[in-house]
């Protein structure tokens, strides 16, 4: 109950302090209206003034945009040497990284990737991981793309694998995972 009565209480008030400033701008215009000469209209060329002398003022203090602080850090990051070797950016050598199968570990190694061989019409891709477990990977890829007139292409991809351990459950959907074995 009292929440409403101050609510309402405040509401009134507001609503007369809302009310009250109207006529006396009317009256302060009509008194502009009669001491301007007929030909200006003070309202319109007061405004314009002050749209003018902010738009001065604003070329007068104009600066170049300053660039967001965190595109500014990607762009550093993109630039940055590790950033460039993680992704084949430095001549198209690189580090490749990943995981050779499932229980290998962690995998790292060096690779070198291009696309730019025969005016764009052939990718080179070699790289060698190896793993945290002694698992190494060989991997040797070419393409040659928009053969005759972009209308074939040709894929060959080899690649050599020597894991040190492999999951094996025994032969069939009858096995146990506590006959595995290593």
Same mark, same amino acid.
């Given at each position: 109950?009292i929440?409403?009565?101050?609510?309402? +209480?405040?509401?009134? $008030?507001?609503?007369s302090?809302y009310? #009250?400033?109207?006529?006396? &701008?009317?009256?302060?215009?009509? &008194?502009?209206?009669? +001491?301007?000469?007929?030909t200006q209209?003070?309202?319109?060329?007061?405004? #314009? @003034? &002050?749209?003018?002398?902010?738009? /001065? /003022?604003?070329?007068?203090?104009?600066?170049?945009?300053?660039?967001?602080?965190? @595109? *500014?850090?990607?762009?550093?990051?993109?630039?940055?040497?590790? !950033?460039?070797?993680?992704?084949?950016?430095?001549?198209g050598?690189?580090i490749?990284?990943? @995981?050779?199968?499932?229980?290998? =570990?962690?995998?790292l190694?060096? &690779?070198?990737?291009?696309?730019?061989? $025969?005016? =764009?019409?052939?990718?080179?891709?070699?790289?060698?991981?190896?793993?945290?477990?002694?698992s !190494?990977?060989?991997?040797?890829?070419?393409?040659? *793309?928009?053969l005759? =007139?972009?209308?074939?292409f040709?894929?060959?991809?080899?690649? *050599?694998? /020597?894991?040190?351990?492999?999951?094996? !459950?025994g032969?069939?959907p009858? +096995?146990?995972?506590?006959g595995?074995?290593?």
């Amino acid at each position: 109950m009292i929440k409403i009565l101050v609510v309402g +209480s405040l509401l009134c $008030l507001n609503w007369s302090l809302y009310g #009250s400033p109207v006529e006396p &701008q009317q009256d302060l215009v009509a &008194q502009n209206n009669e +001491s301007a000469p007929p030909t200006q209209t003070p309202g319109i060329e007061l405004r #314009s @003034q &002050q749209i003018e002398s902010a738009r /001065d /003022d604003k070329e007068a203090n104009l600066r170049p945009e300053a660039e967001p602080k965190a @595109q *500014h850090d990607l762009v550093w990051v993109r630039r940055s040497f590790p !950033y460039r070797l993680m992704t084949s950016q430095l001549k198209g050598f690189g580090i490749g990284v990943g @995981q050779l199968a499932a229980g290998a =570990g962690f995998a790292l190694g060096p &690779q070198f990737s291009r696309s730019d061989f $025969l005016d =764009g019409k052939m990718s080179l891709k070699i790289g060698a991981r190896g793993s945290t477990n002694q698992s !190494y990977l060989g991997r040797f890829d070419v393409s040659f *793309h928009d053969l005759f =007139g972009g209308h074939a292409f040709l894929n060959f991809g080899a690649a *050599h694998r /020597d894991l040190s351990e492999m999951p094996y !459950y025994g032969a069939g959907p009858d +096995s146990l995972k506590s006959g595995r074995s290593d």
